[in-house]
């Protein structure tokens, strides 16, 4: 838009928060799949044991806390409730037993102190300490003016601090002026013990963490050491080219899935490899016959005024011949390395519509009569370009060594089934295994044109979309050439139609 300023193209997250980590850790090497599990485990378990060690110590805290406080409230209450019950002097609660009526074991001091860890102090008229307590509590201006109040049960509480504990004092008047008894609770042990508390659960997180790496660590550890042995072998493959190599397989989880389709990858590699290897020497064996004719030929140009006009025609027509010849090897050698793969992407195929094309067009080359039976119509998945040029090479093999014959050569589409049967000489038992080599010509067709890749072209179109080629005599003379299609499509292994072409192979 007009006017608009171009904005900055945005980083990917990763980027962007890369820029904030500090210089040393962002250029550091990636860490190992082992290194990062191990630690992944750590960082969980620290942070699942760190919460869950810190709600439970403050639960417990809480709950100590609460409890301490509980019970300090219920000896106050008590208190309160003895000197309302009845009039109660400071002598009542003395720890002498003869210090007065009411002192002594039983009594109301023993109440006081003896099911809890209270320190009780007892304070006479006017302030005046009466018995000290252990440790002495604090008698101020506020414990003197609680000890002259004429209402029993009054109290009032603070917080002292004596030495280096911290107490919960409650000062309660005996009423009209006689005095008062105080109660203290230390509360320092209760923090104490919560102070315990959390040093225990951070030693047991700390130990809860140091474990869930270890743990990590050997699960990490036997996770990735088959992905360890799988780096090894590529990068022995990458480092070497050797495709020949072993592939350590073992277990059915995902690791072991991969391992299986690595080792499957290298199994195709190495085929493709010799294939590639055997197309190679095979072609340059094929090559050097019509070179050698060709040199042999071009050599005889050199006296080419001094050959007679019938033998001048047929060396031009021999050049001409082998040309051709050596023309047409190098484009089947071409389309049988290339497979013609990328080009023509799979689709729905109506294998009676590729045999009238391909029928259509033989007609036209060799000018035979060629006929066409649909016994069962068949749409596959498949190339329709590759698929014709099988079709096309089987008319060409029947016309050619059918070239003197009047019967019509006939195609018969059954499904995924497509056979050319023509009344040519036939196949001879022996040749069978063979046609569909590479190169391969039977002694009989030797004399005959063509470079021995027709029907290996064939072969290989076949396989590529799950199927075979497959050749059998006819009956009452000639041969029965076709292939099968596989019904999930190209690449696939050999499937139903394959095995339905069993019989006829």
């Given at each position: 838009?007009?006017g608009r ?12 928060v ?5 210089a040393w850790?962002r ?23 760190v919460?869950?060690?810190f709600?439970s110590?403050?639960?417990?805290a809480?709950?100590?806390?609460l409890?301490e406080?509980?019970?300090f ?23 002498d ?16 102190a ?8 007892v304070l ?10 252990h440790?002495?509590?604090p ?6 003016q ?14 002292a ?8 004092v ?5 009423g ?6 105080q ?13 315990a ?18 743990v990590?660590?050997?699960l990490?550890?036997r996770i990735?050491g ?10 022995s493959?990458?480092a070497?080219?050797?495709v020949?190599?072993a592939?350590p397989v073992?277990?059915?989880d995902?690791?072991?899935?991969l391992?299986?389709?690595f ?12 294939d ?5 020497q ?8 019509p070179?050698?004719?060709l040199?042999?030929?071009i ?8 050959l ?9 027509a021999?050049l001409a011949?082998?040309a ?5 090897l190098?484009?089947?050698?071409v ?8 080009d ?21 080359r060799?000018?035979r ?8 119509p ?11 040029r099988?079709l096309?090479n ?21 499904g ?12 001879a ?5 063979y ?8 002694p009989?067709?030797r ?24 050749a ?30 069993g019989?006829?192979?």
């Amino acid at each position: 838009m007009p006017g608009r300023r171009d904005r900055p193209a945005r980083l990917p997250a990763t980027r962007r928060v890369a820029r904030w980590l500090p210089a040393w850790l962002r250029a550091r090497k990636p860490a190992s799949l082992r290194t990062s599990f191990a630690l992944a485990f750590a960082v969980g378990a620290a942070g699942v044991t760190v919460l869950v060690g810190f709600l439970s110590y403050d639960s417990a805290a809480r709950l100590v806390r609460l409890d301490e406080k509980s019970v300090f409230s219920e000896v106050v209450r008590d208190l309160r409730a003895q000197v309302r019950e009845r009039p109660h002097t400071p002598a009542d609660y003395l720890a002498d037993p003869g210090a007065g009526p009411g002192a002594g074991p039983g009594g109301p001091r023993d109440e006081l102190a003896g099911a809890t860890r209270t320190d009780v102090q007892v304070l006479a008229a006017g302030g005046r300490i009466a018995e000290a307590g252990h440790p002495a509590l604090p008698a101020g201006e506020r414990e003197r003016q609680v000890t002259a109040r004429r209402e029993a049960g009054s109290y009032e509480e603070r917080v002292a601090v004596l030495g280096d504990e911290e107490y919960h004092v409650a000062t309660v008047a005996l009423g009209d002026g006689r005095g008062a008894v105080q109660v203290a609770q230390k509360f320092s042990g209760t923090e104490d013990l919560i102070s315990a508390l959390q040093q225990r659960t951070v030693l047991l997180a700390a130990g809860v963490i140091a474990l869930a790496g270890a743990v990590g660590w050997w699960l990490a550890r036997r996770i990735t050491g088959r992905l360890v042995r799988l780096t090894a072998v590529a990068e022995s493959v990458a480092a070497h080219g050797r495709v020949d190599v072993a592939v350590p397989v073992a277990g059915r989880d995902e690791v072991a899935r991969l391992g299986r389709a690595f080792d499957d990858m290298l199994g195709r590699l190495t085929t493709a490899v010799r294939d590639q290897q055997r197309l190679v020497q095979d072609a340059g064996h094929e090559l050097r016959t019509p070179l050698t004719s060709l040199r042999t030929n071009i050599s005889l140009l050199k006296r080419f005024d001094e050959l007679p006009p019938d033998a001048r025609e047929e060396l031009l027509a021999d050049l001409a011949g082998e040309a051709r010849e050596l023309t047409d090897l190098v484009n089947e050698l071409v389309d049988l390395a290339a497979g013609q793969r990328d080009d023509d992407p799979p689709s729905d195929v109506d294998l009676a519509e590729v045999a009238d094309r391909a029928a259509a067009a033989a007609r036209r080359r060799t000018g035979r009569e060629i006929t066409l039976r649909t016994d069962r119509p068949a749409v596959v998945v498949g190339r329709p370009a590759a698929l014709h040029r099988a079709l096309g090479n089987l008319l060409e093999n029947a016309a050619k060594f059918d070239a003197d014959g009047t019967a019509p050569i006939d195609i018969v589409v059954t499904g995924a089934r497509v056979e050319v049967l023509d009344r040519g000489p036939g196949i001879a038992d022996c040749d069978l295994p063979y046609v569909f080599d590479r190169f391969y010509r039977a002694p009989a067709a030797r004399g005959l044109p063509g470079s021995g890749l027709g029907l290996a072209i064939v072969w290989e179109i076949a396989a590529a979309h799950g199927g075979r080629a497959f050749a059998a005599a006819r009956a009452g003379g000639g041969a029965r050439l076709g292939f099968t299609v596989a019904d999930d499509g190209p690449d696939a292994p050999p499937g139903r139609a394959a095995v339905a072409a069993g019989g006829a192979a």
